[in-house]
Every structure is written in C-alpha cells, then in structure tokens.
C-alpha cells in the first residue's frame, strides 16, 4: 500500500482512533467518519494529530472511493454502508488485523464468551511479572494500532471479541487461547450458535505448526468448533474435569501444568489469587502459556498468587449492616452470571437487567431457586426476567437505576445475605456501558 492510498477508518472511538494515528505515522492518508458523535477526548486527538474527521453522518461518496476500510468492531457487516464497500471489492478489515501489519512483537491473543478480560490482565501480569516488555491491548487499556504507533513492546496480549475477528485476514498469535464458547451476540450470526462458535475459532485460524492453541478440553461445544475448523497450531487442553497426559488438570488441590514428561508445575489451587471454578480455567489458561514460554516456574507461581481480579467483575463493593455487595456489572451474558451465582455462598439479592441479547434464563434457574431469595430487574423492560422467574422467585421488584435498585435491595436484604449485581445483560438502555453501570452501582452502595 502506498502513501498515496486513503484510508477510511469507520468509528471514532478506542480502535478507530488508534488505527488513524498508526495510519498517519505510516504516511497513509486516514479519514475518520462516525455516524454518532465522537468524545471530546477523541476529536482532540484527531486535531492535534491533523487527522480529518466527521461526526453524525457518513460521506458515502468519499467512503466509497477508500483504498481500505478499518471497520470499528461495533459495525456489523450487515450495515448498508459496510454492503456497498463489499460490494465493490473494497477491502474491510479491524483495526486489530491493520496494527498487525506493522507490529514487529510476538503475540499471544486470548477470546472467549466469558474471563477474556481477566485472562488476558492475568497474562500480562505474568509476563511482566517475569521480566517480560510486554503491552496489553484490544479490548482492554489503549488501542492494538496506538500502540503498535508509540510503544516497542516484545510481547502483546491482546484481548479479542468474535467482531474483531471477523476482521481479520493475516493476523495470527504465536500463542492463541480460546477459553470457552456459550451463546452471546447471536443476533450478529444470523442467529446461530455455531457461525458464533466459528467466529472464535478464527483466532488460530492463521496459525502456523510452531505456534500454540492453548483451549478448554471441557467445553463441547469448543471442541465441535475445533473439529469444524482444525488449526495447525500445536494444541494443550486444559480441563477440570479430568486428568490429561498433556496440559493442566486439578489433582489432589493442586493445579498441575505438564508439558512434556520432563515439565511439569504444580501449585495449590489454595494459593490461586482468584478463586471459583471459572477463575480457575482463567489460571490455568495463563499458566500454560507461561510454561510455553519457559518462564521461570517461581515467578509463574507468584504472579498467580498475587494477581488482583478486575473492576465490575465480582468486585468485592462494601460489607454495609453485614450485608455485601457485589459489583458483577461485566457480566452481560447468561453464562457469565451463572459463573457468578455458582461463586457465591450465601443467599443473594440478584440486580439483573438491561438490553436482553436472546437469553435462555433456564440456564439459570437450578441457581437462581438455590441461591437467590429476591430479584431486582433494573431495566425498561423486564418482562422477559420476570415470566422465567415469577414461579420461583416470591419477591420481584423493578427498578430504572442503579440508586433506586441498591436501595430496594438494601431493604430486603438482611445480615449475610448478598447483593449481586451480574445484569447477564447489556447496559445501554438506562447506561452508557457496563462500566457506567458498575460505577453508579458502587456510588449507590457507598451513599447507603
């Protein structure tokens, strides 16, 4: 591609704006057009970096003349605009797949429906823990293509959704792990589970026969995704359930890593920092990859035992008059708040609510008669949470913000009960993100 050939970058949020600056730096000709409006934070990056941009509107006969289009990950490509581009052989790709092309670092990418962003913070945080010059980007801290622009970083871990991959043509991991795979964003595949599952697996699917598939042996419907699209990658399970010649496995307490019959790690479960069946997947995860590596097995353990879990995701809040609460706000899927539900012991006080992405709340519904006494729906509509539950659940109340769901919950609740907040929905009806969400849920609490 040369410096003459204009780029066209849809989305003036994180990636969009990334993918500009790295454009700009590789003297391509970036412009950037987002049908909403771009943050101020954004447009001032945009103008210190003379970079030509437009908001609330797409220029069509401008877009339409790109060499190349970086598509921000939220633009489905059922969008009129993404069909036209198609349409006239006009290449689209993600701003992960357009960093890629410029970054000289190794890779170790990581997806899945649930723990990609706790996986990938605890990776990074063995890396650096073991003296590795290692950066953390796509969906987590600042854009892939930023940093590719201003950072010299050895190894990137990089968190990545099924939209991003979508976008990918060339892009491959040295180390690919895919945690798990449950329904979510079906209305982005047509409605099908497995064009869902396929999407995940296109994180190896570039892989060449050094590189390392590192995936979850308990997760059938992983393991029907791999067997549809097989990777050349060398593949280590890890599992729960059972023991394995080759990856890790729960025995006696211990977290077991073996390799080769010369490499093997243990570890007490007891001294994970993270505990819960998911966290544990999460752990093991990142404890193969680092055994890849050869890392120091010492400084493996440590970080392991050290590792602080992330924000909105069972984030322990306060302990007010003896009943805790919870901030699980990053659980905008059923399989997340069923990990959530399960990690609890006492009786809880569930918020749950917000834009209902196809749920099967039957999933739930063994926990939610064991372990929940009332429910708060917080959202504009919660009919569909409260025809599953109404039969098994005496106490449902709604509420149409984080205050007035905290307060209720508070009323109910009595001493060592919990409130957790895992909406095992999306936010954007009464919130700008699951973080807006999770924020004013601990201003709610912490005003109590």
Same mark, same amino acid.
């Given at each position: ?143 892939? %293509?930023?940093? #590719? ?10 968190? =990545? !959704?099924? $939209? /991003? ?123 193969? %990859?680092?055994? #890849? ?10 970080? =392991? !035992?050290? $590792? /602080? ?138 005003? =109590?």
């Amino acid at each position: 591609m040369n410096s003459e050939e204009k780029i066209v970058i849809l989305g003036g949020g994180e990636s969009g704006v990334g993918a500009a600056i790295l454009a700009k730096k590789k003297g391509l000709v970036p412009f950037v057009s987002d049908f909403g409006k771009i943050k101020q934070k954004y447009k001032d990056v945009l103008i210190k970096n003379e970079i030509e941009w437009e908001e609330q509107k797409h220029s069509e006969d401008r877009i339409l003349k790109a060499s190349e289009v970086i598509k921000s990950p939220g633009i489905p490509d059922t969008a009129p605009l993404v069909k036209k581009l198609l349409a006239n052989e006009i290449s689209v790709i993600s701003e992960i797949e357009f960093a890629y092309r410029y970054c000289d670092a190794k890779i170790i990418a990581i997806t899945g429906s649930n723990g990609k962003t706790t996986t990938t913070l605890m990776m990074h945080h063995v890396l650096v823990g073991s003296g590795v010059n290692a950066g953390v980007a796509g969906n987590v801290g600042k854009s892939f %293509a930023e940093q #590719v622009a201003t950072e010299d970083f050895d190894w990137y871990v990089l968190e =990545l !959704s099924s $939209f /991003q991959l979508d976008g990918i043509k060339e892009f491959r991991a040295d180390i690919a792990i895919l945690l798990n795979i449950t329904p979510d964003h079906l209305d982005r595949y047509e409605d099908s589970f497995e064009l869902y599952a396929d999407a995940k697996m296109r994180i190896a699917i570039n892989a060449k026969p050094e590189d390392t598939f590192i995936f979850c042996e308990d997760d059938q419907s992983l393991k029907a995704a791999l067997k549809r699209n097989p990777t050349k990658a060398i593949q280590i399970p890890f599992s729960i359930k059972k023991q394995l010649p080759k990856g890790a496995y729960i025995n006696n307490e211990e977290l077991n890593i073996t390799l080769t019959t010369n490499n093997h790690f243990k570890m007490s479960i007891h001294d994970l920092a993270l505990q819960g069946k998911h966290n544990l997947y999460n752990t093991m995860a990142s404890g193969i %990859a680092g055994r #890849v590596l050869d890392l120091r097995k010492e400084l493996i353990r440590e970080s =392991l !035992s050290d $590792f /602080q879990n992330i924000e909105h995701r069972l984030e322990a809040v306060a302990t007010i008059h003896g009943i805790e609460f919870i901030n699980d706000s990053k659980a905008t899927n059923v399989n997340s708040t069923w990990y959530a539900l399960e990690s609890i012991s006492k009786q809880a006080i569930w918020i749950v609510g917000g834009v209902d992405k196809g749920n099967d709340y039957d999933e739930l519904m063994a926990l939610v008669q064991d372990k929940v006494k009332a429910i708060i729906c917080l959202g504009k509509d919660n009919s569909k949470i409260i025809d599953a539950f109404k039969g098994s659940i005496q106490i449902i109340e709604e509420a149409t913000s984080a205050e007035q769901a905290v307060r209720k919950a508070y009323e109910i609740g009595q001493k060592g009960d919990v409130v957790l907040l895992s909406p095992a929905c999306a936010s954007f009806d009464l919130f700008e993100n699951y973080e807006d969400r999770g924020h004013q849920f601990k201003r709610a609490v912490r005003s =109590l």
